[in-house]
């Protein structure tokens, strides 16, 4: 329960951060906490919510979600990598979007270890961004098992990026 806490405190706390960065005429908003209706089981259950997500303007079924998990160690990444093979991997998150991000808070360790174990533990290829060679971040591509009669695209990007968060 604890790290949820966290995750959910640093994630509500980045949202305002990403929005003051954007100049108002991006063809998106950004929102924290939104739905994804699209993908939802049958009622009672409820949608699918993102902690953050890039919602088109023009059709807000279209959304770029940023997901994102607790990393106490670099080489503690099993629910990192559960949580996208059960929901980017299922088209369950982003069905309508072909990219997508992960955020890792790393609360001890080096980026590069946990970026080692992601690629180790899922079986996927880790890049570097060719536009942000100095950050945290790699991305991995994916064919996704998209529902039968469903328009999703099935080629998929994942961002990965991680956040080194330290106490005191």
Not at 64 to 73: F, G, I, M
Not at 104 to 133: M, Q, T
Not at 134 to 157: A, C, I, L, N
Request: proline share 8%.
């Amino acid at each position: 329960m604890e790290d949820e806490d966290l995750e959910r405190n640093v994630t509500q706390l980045l949202e305002p951060k990403i929005r003051e960065a954007m100049t108002g005429y991006e063809p998106f908003y950004v929102q924290h906490g939104p739905y994804e209706r699209e993908s939802r089981a049958v009622a009672p259950a409820q949608p699918p919510q993102y902690d953050i997500a890039f919602v088109l303007r023009s059709n807000p079924r279209v959304k770029w979600p940023l997901e994102a998990k607790v990393l106490r160690t670099g080489g503690r990444v099993s629910e990192y990598i559960n949580e996208i093979r059960a929901n980017f991997m299922t088209c369950r998150y982003a069905p309508f979007s072909n990219e997508a991000a992960m955020l890792g808070y790393l609360l001890e360790g080096d980026s590069n270890v946990a970026f080692k174990k992601i690629a180790e533990k899922g079986g996927w290829k880790l890049s570097p961004h060719i536009c942000f060679l100095d950050r945290k971040h790699r991305t991995s591509d994916h064919d996704r098992e998209v529902p039968e009669g469903r328009p999703y695209p099935m080629h998929f990007r994942l961002h990965h990026l991680i956040f080194q968060l330290r106490s005191g």
